[in-house]
Structures are given as structure tokens and as C-alpha cells.
């Protein structure tokens, strides 16, 4: 029987794999702006998120209240991720705006969980993270970037840093999620309201800047993909996967993306690759196998005279083990 914490794992999986086509296909709307493509996926996929979860936010709008500063708070770094993230994409090309901004939000969740709610980490959440960041270090050293005018060191180092940026923001807005739904709200309502506001924040970007998606039916068909599966369904399954998890573990386990985005980046944008970056991908690998599977806990000998007593203390400590396994 799946835990619930391997279960949220696995719902962030199988959205960081919906996330890592994004760079792809934007991508294939090289005369759209990564401004307007930032605006378009996440805004139209935040408010599409919002709509769906109206009733839920309404039922919810007390606990939501309560929360109001981490929901603000969260809501704006969802409004400056994506503008980040696709511009780092464009400028130091997809596996490497991909890998440097997945990479650095596992760091930065830690250092805010731990500012904020003063949450230990464990051995093993360390070392699965530290893996995973030296393999999305080994795939960002082992990218040519992309050809073309904008692959110069300025706009390279330039993409690097929107990258940085994009990744604090990212486990930002993930911390602020999880810790809304430790108060009690359920996922559904709090990943609506958030989205909802980062969408409404993005409107006047898209407004600004999204002429030429309508102006071509092959970019509109771009941006309505990126924001219907990568962003909106995505981000129903990362949602869940944060209900079950901590944020710090989320943003680690979703290392996967890059090394998705990057195989893309290489099969279809013909972006190259040294092997030092095949490494990278096997070490990526690794950490998923470190975060997801904890080991099978050994078996202890009962310190009292075994009976319903024994048996009671039991039962009451196994839940703490594996909750805290990577949190």
C-alpha cells in the first residue's frame, strides 16, 4: 500500500515530467516574446486553475483570510517565476534555464523552511538534494546554449541569473502552498486562490506583451497547450503532491523536469550535450531513488514485556518515522 507521503511524491513526479515539455514548446514560437509566453501559460493556466476551484476558495475564504500575507506572498512569486523562467530559457537556451532553475529551488525551499518554520532537515533529505544539485550542475556545465545571436556569455550569464531567480521564486510560492494547507485549508482551494492571483497579476503582462500569439494560429496553439497541461493540470498534481509533502521535498523531487526538458532539448531542438551531462541526468537519477524510497525501516526488539501496552507505543511512533523521513 502506497504511503501518503510516497504518493505525494509521486503526484509531483508525474507533474514535473508535464513541466519539463514547457521549454520545448516554447520553442516552437520563436516570434513570441518569453514575456508574453510566461504570461500566457501561467496567467491563463493560474485563472483556468482559480475557475475550477471556485466553490472550493468560497467554502474556504475564512482559512484563506487567515492566511492572507503567505497567500500575497506566494501569489507574487508565482506572477515573477514565469516571466523569469522562460526569459532564462530563451537566453542561456531550455536545458540550461531548465536545470539552473529547478536546481536552486531545492536550496532555496531549505533555506526558507528553515528561516521561516525553523524545520530541521534530515541526513537523507540532504544527501538526496545534494546529488540532485550536483547533477543539474553537471548538465548546466555540459550544454552548449542554443545558436543564434542571443548565445553570447552576456545573454548566457544574463539567463543564468533569471534562472536563479526563477528558482527562488518557485520554492517561494511551494512554501507558501504547503503552508497554507498545514493550516487546514485543502489543497484545491489554496492552489486555486494562489494561481488565481499570480494569473491576475500576469493580465497586464499578457496584455502588453501577447499581440503575436493571436496574430498566428501555430502560437496560439502553443500557448493554449502550455497552459492547459503543463500549468493547469500540472499544477493539480504538484497541489497534491504538496498536501502530502514538504516543500523542500517537493522542489527536490521535481529535479526530474530538467532532465526531461533536457532529453526534449536534445531530441528536438537539437541542443548539444557533453557527457558530463549524461552524469548529471545519472545523478539526478539517484536523488529521485534517494527521496522517494526511503529505506525499510529495521525491525526492533520491544524494550517492554510484549503486550497490547508494547504493542500500543508501538503503533503510535511508526507515523513520526516516516514523516520525517525527508522533512
Same mark, same amino acid.
Not at 95 to 100: E, I, N, P, Q, R
Not at 130 to 139: C, F, P, Q
Given at each position: 500500500m502506497t504511503r501518503p507521503r510516497e504518493a505525494g511524491v509521486l503526484w509531483v513526479l508525474a507533474a514535473s515530467v508535464l513541466w519539463g515539455t514547457t521549454g520545448t514548446a516554447a520553442a516552437q514560437a520563436p516570434l513570441v516574446s518569453p514575456l508574453a509566453l510566461g504570461a500566457a501559460a501561467m496567467g491563463l493556466g493560474g485563472l483556468l486553475r482559480a475557475a475550477t476551484a471556485r466553490r472550493a476558495v468560497l467554502a474556504h475564504r475564512t482559512g484563506l483570510r487567515h492566511q492572507w500575507l503567505t497567500l500575497a506572498v506566494s501569489a507574487c512569486a508565482v506572477g515573477v517565476y514565469p516571466l523569469a523562467f522562460y526569459s532564462s530559457m530563451r537566453l542561456a537556451g531550455v =536545458? %540550461? +534555464? &531548465? $536545470? $539552473?532553475s529547478i536546481g536552486s529551488a531545492p536550496t532555496a525551499a531549505a533555506l526558507v523552511e528553515r528561516l521561516v518554520a525553523h524545520q530541521p532537515l534530515s541526513r537523507r533529505w540532504t544527501l538526496g538534494a &545534494? %546529488? +540532485? %544539485? $550536483? +547533477?543539474? %550542475? =553537471?548538465?548546466a556545465a555540459g550544454q552548449a546554449g542554443p545558436a +543564434?545571436? =542571443?548565445s553570447g556569455e552576456a545573454h548566457r550569464l544574463l539567463g543564468i541569473l533569471l534562472a536563479l531567480l526563477a528558482g527562488i521564486t518557485y520554492a517561494i510560492y511551494s512554501w507558501g502552498a504547503t503552508r497554507?494547507?498545514?493550516s487546514g485549508v485543502p489543497p484545491d482551494p489554496v492552489m486555486g486562490a494562489v494561481f488565481g492571483l499570480g494569473g491576475l497579476l500576469l493580465l497586464p503582462v499578457l496584455l502588453a506583451t501577447g499581440a503575436p500569439i493571436v496574430h498566428s494560429v501555430h502560437s496560439l496553439a502553443v500557448a493554449a497547450y502550455m497552459a492547459v497541461i503543463p500549468m493547469f493540470l500540472g499544477y493539480v498534481l504538484f497541489g497534491r503532491g504538496l498536501a502530502a509533502t514538504s516543500a523542500s521535498t517537493a522542489t527536490s523531487v521535481s529535479l526530474l523536469e530538467p532532465a526531461v526538458a533536457t532529453v526534449l532539448a536534445l531530441l528536438v531542438l537539437r541542443e548539444r550535450l557533453a557527457l558530463v551531462a549524461w552524469a548529471g541526468m545519472a545523478a539526478i537519477a539517484v536523488s529521485l531513488l534517494i527521496l522517494t524510497f526511503p529505506p525499510p525501516r529495521r525491525a526492533r526488539k520491544p524494550s517492554a514485556p510484549s503486550g497490547p501496552a508494547g504493542a500500543n507505543r508501538q503503533g503510535e511512533t511508526a507515523p513520526a518515522a516516516i514523516t520525517t523521513n525527508c522533512s
Open positions: =536545458a %540550461v +534555464g &531548465t $536545470v $539552473v &545534494t %546529488v +540532485g %544539485v $550536483v +547533477g543539474v %550542475v =553537471a548538465l +543564434g545571436p =542571443a497554507i494547507m498545514r
